[in-house]
């Protein structure tokens, strides 16, 4: 299949289903919105065929991620009420809204790169990767989700709300969290970002990483506010991973918290068409 011949399209639909607005298929694409969003609306991207790479802007106060695609539609139900807290305020307000797609080319495919960063992820089957997902959220409260570890927000001074929102493990010494790449990449380095809002928090002092191919590195983390990397003995081919197994420092504090994880390495089969 050609470049050429593949395209995608942007769709904004409401909470039935009914298409709201379109545009025209092409390899690049964009919308314009011109109403406020109400709840149950949804922003959706069409490809000709599932395993293609695209950039995606769904907001245009948010900046752009390259996704991997398996399905023929994906999309992003739009925040609200307790949903809307882990984004900007600017996020998905007033009546004009960017919406813009476009095809990835094969030099951005094979760059090494954060391979977990996702600001769009969501709860639930995506259809588009990474995608974060954990076995506990702290109270199933929006600024405790897994996804808050994987959208490029770093601050971490403090917990809750926009731009604080974290990964919270709900005091479970069982917690883990899960990184599904929805294909094989080659990841060479790791870096977790520990919430750091002292003495509220707590932090852990040692992690497992437990990889799909079923290798498994233990990382000894301090108390730092500052990304702590982790260069692998040698680069793991896989499609996910875990992290699992925290310990918690000693300490008053029972919330220790994680605000991103990075992934850092390559595609697995650069080859793959994107075409």
Same mark, same amino acid.
């Given at each position: 299949m050609?470049?050429?011949s593949?395209t995608?399209?942007?769709?904004?639909?409401?909470a039935s289903?009914?298409?709201?607005?379109?545009?025209?298929a092409?390899?690049?694409?964009?919308?314009?919105?011109?109403?406020?969003?109400?709840p149950g609306?949804r922003?959706?991207l069409?490809?000709?065929n599932?395993g293609?790479y695209?950039w995606?802007?769904?907001?245009?106060t948010?900046?752009?991620?390259?996704?991997?695609? @398996?399905?023929r539609?994906i999309?992003?139900?739009?925040?609200?009420?307790?949903?809307?807290? /882990?984004? &900007? $305020?600017k996020s998905? %307000?007033?009546?004009?809204?960017?919406?813009?797609?476009?095809?990835?080319?094969?030099?951005e495919i094979?760059?090494?790169?954060?391979?977990?960063?996702?600001?769009?992820?969501?709860?639930?089957?995506?259809?588009?990767?990474?995608h974060?997902s954990?076995?506990?959220?702290t109270?199933g409260e929006?600024?405790f989700a897994?996804?808050n570890a994987i959208?490029?927000?770093?601050?971490?001074?403090?917990?809750?709300?926009?731009?604080?929102?974290?990964w919270?493990?709900?005091r479970?010494?069982?917690?883990?969290?899960t990184?599904d790449?929805?294909?094989?990449v080659?990841?060479?380095?790791?870096?977790?970002?520990?919430?750091?809002?002292?003495p509220?928090?707590n932090y852990?002092? @040692?992690?497992?990483v437990?990889?799909?191919?079923?290798?498994?590195?233990?990382l000894?983390? /301090?108390? &730092? $506010?500052?990304?702590? %990397?982790f260069?692998?003995?040698?680069?793991?081919?896989?499609?996910?991973?875990v992290?699992?197994e925290l310990?918690q420092?000693?300490?008053?504090?029972p919330?220790?918290?994680?605000?991103?994880i990075?992934?850092?390495?390559?595609?697995?089969?650069?080859?793959?068409?994107?075409?």
């Amino acid at each position: 299949m050609s470049a050429v011949s593949e395209t995608i399209k942007l769709k904004v639909l409401d909470a039935s289903g009914h298409t709201l607005l379109t545009c025209a298929a092409g390899q690049r694409v964009s919308v314009v919105h011109t109403a406020a969003y109400n709840p149950g609306d949804r922003i959706a991207l069409e490809v000709n065929n599932p395993g293609r790479y695209c950039w995606i802007q769904f907001e245009d106060t948010m900046p752009e991620a390259l996704v991997y695609i @398996r399905k023929r539609e994906i999309g992003l139900r739009i925040p609200f009420a307790e949903q809307a807290i /882990t984004y &900007s $305020p600017k996020s998905f %307000s007033g009546s004009r809204h960017v919406i813009r797609a476009r095809l990835a080319t094969p030099e951005e495919i094979a760059a090494r790169r954060n391979l977990a960063f996702n600001p769009y992820d969501q709860h639930g089957d995506t259809g588009f990767y990474p995608h974060a997902s954990a076995n506990v959220e702290t109270r199933g409260e929006a600024v405790f989700a897994a996804r808050n570890a994987i959208d490029g927000v770093f601050e971490n001074s403090s917990h809750g709300e926009y731009p604080y929102q974290s990964w919270g493990i709900n005091r479970d010494p069982n917690a883990a969290l899960t990184l599904d790449f929805g294909r094989p990449v080659t990841i060479d380095e790791l870096r977790l970002t520990l919430r750091a809002d002292y003495p509220h928090d707590n932090y852990w002092t @040692r992690a497992t990483v437990e990889f799909s191919d079923g290798t498994r590195t233990v990382l000894s983390l /301090t108390n &730092s $506010p500052l990304p702590q %990397s982790f260069v692998l003995d040698e680069p793991r081919t896989v499609t996910s991973l875990v992290l699992k197994e925290l310990i918690q420092a000693e300490g008053p504090s029972p919330f220790p918290a994680l605000t991103q994880i990075e992934a850092w390495g390559v595609e697995a089969a650069p080859e793959q068409e994107n075409a």
